[in-house]
């Protein structure tokens, strides 16, 4: 009984490729009608793209994305203006995005890049094919590593300004694009990542940061994002914040040798201390240990493996400080 069944899939198979076959010349043949008037002073050129190879029988019609047309091909004599086609690509187009779509998956559902394009952010916002890809073109800005951001950044504007900031990835010198961490047709992990979580999309190429350690830190086992913006910071390493900040944001903010507001440092509350006009601390500065700031510590002089440390050694300093 399986065999049988397993015959007659591929039977259905076959029958569906020959269909295919057959109905690739008889809608070349039709669509000649459309070369009459569309010619090449109305279509630019792409003659190169995959879109035009001739000799390959994959390769789609005007029909095969237009659809038959046929009151557009020859207008009704009772009717002023020629009817559109039956599918439209335009942004202005009153095709909905659902069929216009619809049209591009025929062919380009059996690829796994797009195998969960339904139910992803971008089909879920409305967003046609047509709205990042070209087709009457030899070359899809969205298709080479050096463009594909010019697109993305026409509706993502808030990461068109944090790639433009000091600390980013090389996207604006085409060394990277979006689509490197991104999949755009739809992704199990969030925001679109290529991998399952956002860790395992930076570990692709930051894997001396995977581990595992002897002694982790939390946070970078938890999301690299709770401290880094991917995107770009004015902060070395993309930092969201720049140490002791970013630190003592979970972390309570601790002295050595005295030192500081926490260590009892003289005139740093008051009162002002010998050489001093006030205090450090005045009813303004809200309490914050002002020497740490005025001194630029960071955190990162002394916990040096913040992302984690292999280092056994049971004796002070503990490694579970992530001291080297």
Known sequence: ????????????????LAGVAMGAPRDAAASQACIECHDAEDLPDMSRSAHAVATDPRTPTCITCHGPSPTHVKKPPNVSKRPPPDIMFKKAATTPVGERNAACLTCHQKDFRRAMWGGSQHETADLACSSCHKIHVNHDKVLAKKSEAETCITCHKEQRTQIAKPSHHPVPEGRMTCSDCHNVHGSAGPKLARRDSINATCYSCHAEKRGPFVFGHEP?????????????STVQGMLKA????????????HVAGGVGAVGGQPGVFPPAAP????????GTSNGKNVVNMW??????????QVHGTNNPSATNPTPRLFFR
């Open 220 to 232: 970078v086992n938890e999301d690299c994002a709770i401290c880094h913006n991917p995107h770009g």
């Open 275 to 282: 050489g001093q006009l006030s205090s450090a601390i005045t």
């Open 295 to 304: 001194q630029g510590r960071s955190c990162m002089n002394c916990h040096t």
């Open 242 to 253: 720049r140490a002791p900040v970013l630190c003592q944001q979970c972390h309570t903010p």
């Open 1 to 16: 009984m399986r065999i049988k069944r397993a015959m007659a899939v591929v039977a259905l198979g076959l029958f569906g």
